[in-house]
């Protein structure tokens, strides 16, 4: 996507966030909202501010709430994956001798024969196991 776009909704989202801390900083703390008086039954009465903050402060977390996860899915969709990098992988592993022995690594000066591991006595038979009785 493009970066234009996110820049976009990133001042939306920044805009939504500063009006949204405005409208939960007008709010009286009792629930009376602004207390202005004004006629009955008007738009800057008690109950007519608090209804309009009240219905404005969910209005606002919606589109925060929006704008955040649209940010989220911009973000992932800018980080696509890409190639891999194989500048790392060797390019071919050296044979192993047709016996299946390992040989010596290269550039030491030990013997092939002293490179061996030392073999390890047989597995004994199952007769040869104690079991308890």
Do not use: C, W, Y
Request: aromatic content about 2%; cysteine-free; hydrophobic content about 50%.
């Amino acid at each position: 996507m493009s970066t234009a776009l996110m820049h976009f909704v990133l001042v939306v989202h920044s805009l939504i966030a500063v009006a949204l801390v405005a409208v939960i900083l007008l709010q009286r703390s009792e629930g009376g909202a602004l207390g202005i008086g004004g006629g009955p039954g008007g738009l800057l009465t008690a109950r007519g501010a608090g209804n309009l903050l009240t219905r404005s402060t969910g209005i606002l977390a919606a589109l925060f709430l929006g704008t955040s996860i649209l940010l989220a899915v911009l973000a992932s969709l800018a980080k696509a994956p890409t190639s891999i990098d194989t500048s790392l992988v060797q390019a071919e592993a050296p044979a192993a001798p047709a016996d299946g022995l390992p040989t010596a690594l290269p550039g030491s000066n030990a013997p092939a024969d002293d490179a061996l591991p030392m073999a390890l006595p047989p597995a004994p038979a199952s007769d040869d196991i104690p079991t308890a009785q």
